[in-house]
């Protein structure tokens, strides 16, 4: 049981990583894009925001995470929790060497229904997984793409009259401020819904949680898990940046602040109003195509769009089949 947890542990931290990994599009593509700091410089600025984020968000929110599957204890729910990572953890892979901007939050859920379904106690609760996963993410699409777009109207009015020079320098710092924001946000939400997991793993193994744990989650869980989180970011996925921030739509520097400072506002309201995790990924690369979109949906580059969407409706089932498949791998490693 002890190599199980440990590698539950291991794998949390790998899933983390990939999930830094993912949020880096959301929190520098635009200001990567319209050149408002070099990319380096936005990876660190992001990191050391999202370590932020993860380090505090426990000791002030407690963000819940969907009861999604029954998860036996013992043995049997130690690899129901390491199949869901390591399915999770493949997805973001292979999704991070395509260029996909997709969501870990819905990658490691699907992923867990497929290890639940594999596993001979586990069960899905396919409620919890719809209303607290798939129907968030199809809310989230949409807000995003109607906020950003209404936002980039507000900003055109805001800075008529004001010589372009200045608007732009303007426009950089705010988009700075904006992707910090968002940074903060990922990293409260990303990392307590890692936390969760390794829970999940410290209850199935019977160690349990000590009753004073901020949010009922240890704290050298969630540093642990901030500090993965941080690392993804700077690794930062080149071609999902790239995805994001140049090959979907033309950004102009106001249709950029607008996206970032949607995801922003999208990602606090899940964590301060709704208590509910969001997808990073999901946020910025709908507000992208919502601004982007506002001179006309022409400049929408329709077939990465199509490949982007293909991949997003793919996670939940893909991360479940290689869940499924890493489950029944551990089991039969059990019985050698």
């Known amino acids: 049981m002890a190599v199980l947890l440990v590698a539950v542990v291991a794998a949390a931290l790998a899933f983390a990583v990939t999930n830094g990994v993912h949020s880096a599009a959301g929190v520098v593509a635009t200001s990567v894009a319209t050149r408002a700091l070099p990319p380096r410089v936005a990876l660190g600025v992001a990191a050391s925001f999202v370590l932020v984020g993860g380090l505090l968000g426990s000791w002030f929110l407690v ?50 229904a497929g290890a639940a379904l594999a596993a001979p106690d586990g069960a899905v609760r396919w409620g919890a997984l719809l209303d607290g996963v798939v129907l968030p993410g199809l809310g989230v699409v949409v807000a995003g793409a109607l906020v950003a777009a209404a936002l980039v109207l507000a900003l055109l009015w805001l800075l008529r009259g004001v010589m372009p020079a200045r608007a732009h320098r303007r426009l950089r710092t705010a988009q700075v401020v904006a992707a910090a924001a968002t940074a903060v946000g990922s990293g ?25 744990a901020p949010g009922g989650r240890p704290a050298w869980t969630v540093v642990v898990v901030a500090l993965a ?65 506002v001179p006309g949906v022409r400049r929408v580059r329709w077939r990465v769009l199509g490949r982007v969407v293909a991949a997003w ?24």
């Open 63 to 112: 963000v819940g995470v969907p009861d999604a599957a029954v998860v036996p204890t013992g043995d049997d729910g130690l690899r129901l929790v390491l199949a869901t990572l390591l399915g999770a953890v493949a997805w973001n892979l292979l999704t991070w060497r395509w260029g996909m901007p997709t969501s870990t939050t819905q990658a490691l859920f699907g992923g867990l």
């Open 188 to 212: 409260v939400l990303d990392a307590q819904r890692t936390a969760a997991v390794v829970v999940t793993g410290l209850v199935a193994s019977g160690v349990g949680v000590p009753a004073d």
């Open 229 to 293: 989180l941080a690392a993804g970011v700077l690794v930062g996925g080149r071609r999902i940046v790239r995805t994001v921030g140049e090959r979907l739509v033309p950004l102009s520097p106001t249709a950029a602040l607008a996206a970032q400072a949607t995801t922003a506002l999208l990602l606090h309201s899940a964590a301060v109003v709704l208590r509910a995790p969001v997808s990073t990924s999901l946020s910025i690369t709908s507000a992208v195509v919502g601004a982007g979109a």
């Open 313 to 336: 409706v793919a996670t939940v089932p893909a991360a479940g089949a290689l869940a499924w498949l890493a489950h029944e791998a551990l089991l039969l490693l059990s019985r050698l």
